[in-house]
C-alpha cells in the first residue's frame, strides 16, 4: 500500500514537472516569436498588403502611360498630315 502511495505520487510529480516543462517550452517559444517579430519591424520590410497596393498602383500608372502614350501619337499623326 505504502509503495503504490509512493508510486502514485511520484507519477503525480512527474506529471507536474511535465507539464512545467511544456509550459517553459511555450513560453520561450512566446518570447522568441515577440522577440524575432521586433527585429523585423525595425528592418522596415513592406507588409503584404501594403506591397499589393503598391502593386495596384503601378499596374494603374503603366496603363495610364500607355494610354497616353497612344493619345499622344493620335496627336503627331494628327499634325503631321497638317504639314
Known sequence: MKKQKILSDFITLAGG????????????????????????????????????????MIVKSRNEIDELSKKLSNIEKKLNKKK
Do not use: H, P, R, T
Not at 511535465?18 to 522577440?35: I, P, R, T, V
Open 17 to 56: 514537472v511535465l507539464k512545467s516543462f511544456e509550459g517553459a517550452k511555450d513560453y520561450s517559444k512566446m518570447k522568441l516569436k515577440d522577440k524575432v517579430s521586433l527585429i523585423i519591424e525595425d528592418m522596415n520590410f513592406m507588409k503584404k498588403v501594403e506591397l499589393d497596393e503598391m502593386k495596384k
